[in-house]
């Protein structure tokens, strides 16, 4: 699961923009170039929690692992590489899917979080609200040019890197499979 997964179970297991934002912490992270959190709230750290815990079952759950092999099925190689973008593009996918039914547990973490940092924090928190970060999810192409473009920066899996096309035809395979299931699954990892 990413980010606005993560912050929409968190609001269906807690109705507060802290714990949500803390659910999204873990992947952000990244995005802040290991900064630490300049926020300290018990709230926040139960977010945390439920990332880990929430990651370890999404991981696990046959939905997500028939959308990974529907999407490496998709593929005109099945490789090293077609595993590993499947596994991202999936998880990119769900939250595009999230972001266009308004992923108010999101935006409303978003929202809260922007009024509580600054700095490295604060430019991450911008980017989540238009841009890159978001506007990336919102299709097939951006979702096979986001994930390719993050293989393509890491030395070890730049040479198994799908071609994009292919990638992008993948996706766009097994996206309306996801369209009808999202909800079910985020009832299953937020109960």
Do not use: K
């Amino acid at each position: 699961m990413n980010f606005v997964g993560h912050a929409v179970v968190a609001g269906c297991e807690r109705a507060d923009a802290a714990y949500a934002f803390g659910a999204m912490v873990p992947d952000l992270r990244r995005f802040a170039g290991g900064a630490p959190l300049p926020l300290d709230d018990a709230l926040i750290d139960a977010g945390i929690a439920s990332h880990h815990r929430v990651d370890a079952a999404f991981h696990d759950h046959p939905q997500f692992r028939r959308w990974m092999a529907a999407l490496v099925d998709a593929m005109p190689v099945a490789d090293r590489g077609a595993r590993a973008a499947a596994h991202v593009a999936v998880e990119l996918a769900i939250d595009g899917v999230l972001l266009r039914r308004g992923a108010a547990a999101y935006a409303d973490a978003v929202e809260w979080a922007q009024q509580r940092v600054d700095g490295v924090w604060g430019d991450v928190t911008a980017r989540m609200r238009a841009g890159a970060i978001v506007d990336a999810y919102g299709s097939a192409a951006g979702v096979a040019d986001r994930v390719v473009s993050v293989m393509e920066r890491r030395p070890r899996l730049r040479p198994i890197a799908p071609r994009r096309d292919d990638l992008r035809r993948a996706v766009a395979v097994v996206l309306p499979s996801i369209e009808p299931d999202v909800d079910g699954l985020v009832a299953e990892l937020s109960a």
